[in-house]
T-cell receptor, first 111, second 114 residues
């Protein structure tokens, strides 16, 4: 069965520091991968999605970037974090519009 | 472009009653999938139920059922015999077999009252 791993679960980082959140998927190949951000009590904001290795679509211009170095690995990065980058980040994978599952999420606090 | 609409920002329901969470969608693709997720206060997104656009019957998973009305483009989630543990945010989502990405509604916060 398919599983999705996202880490870390919680992260506190100072302003100006770099960020790297990793998401890996097991049990499937060539999934569509997504990064979402969720402000407290709000809906999901799509940040990036990828339909294949090296292919990244950015939904919102911002301080973040994403990369997909391997088929089942999706990384969210920032060179210098801003206070406004705080939030709950969710990775998701989707298979052919019939399956879509999420990682456990990362709660990022920028201080 | 596809779009998901959830018009109920919040709902309060008495324990043991059934509850219907509304979801309407818009897409020009004839092949698509509809999803419902539950997000408790812990933040994790829990998959509840899936309905394919060509499925003839409404999907059911335990106490969850999806009232799929294709002509109306609605995919309401029905929770029977609600429990206190059902209190959470609920999100409706869709994807299609073309190049459209997984799209979410704004969510409905469900509170079950003892």
């Amino acid at each position: 069965s398919q599983t999705i791993h996202q880490w870390p679960a919680t992260l506190v980082q100072p302003v100006g520091s770099p960020l790297s959140l990793e998401c890996t998927v097991e049990g499937t190949s060539n999934p569509n991968l997504y990064w979402y951000r969720q402000a407290a009590g709000r809906g999901l904001q799509l940040l990036f999605y990828s339909v294949g290795i090296g292919q990244i679509s950015s939904e919102v211009p911002q301080n973040l970037s994403a990369s997909r170095p391997q088929d089942r690995q999706f990384i969210l990065s920032s060179k210098k974090l801003l206070l406004s980058d705080s939030g709950f980040y969710l990775c998701a994978w989707e298979g052919g519009a019939t399956e879509a599952f999420f990682g456990q999420g990362t709660r990022l606090t920028v201080v | 472009a596809q779009k998901i609409t959830q018009t109920q920002p919040g709902m309060f329901v008495q324990e043991k009653e059934a509850v219907t969470l509304d979801c309407t969608y818009d897409t020009s693709d004839p092949s698509y999938g509809l999803f419902w997720y539950k997000q408790p206060s812990s933040g994790e997104m829990i998959f509840l139920i899936y309905q394919g656009s060509y499925d003839q019957q409404n999907a059911t998973e335990g106490r969850y059922s999806l009232n799929f009305q294709k002509a109306r483009k609605s995919a309401n989630l029905v929770i029977s015999a609600s429990q206190l543990g059902d209190s959470a945010m609920y999100f409706c989502a869709m994807s299609n077999f073309g190049n459209e990405k997984l799209t979410f509604g704004t969510g409905t916060r469900l509170t079950i009252i003892p």
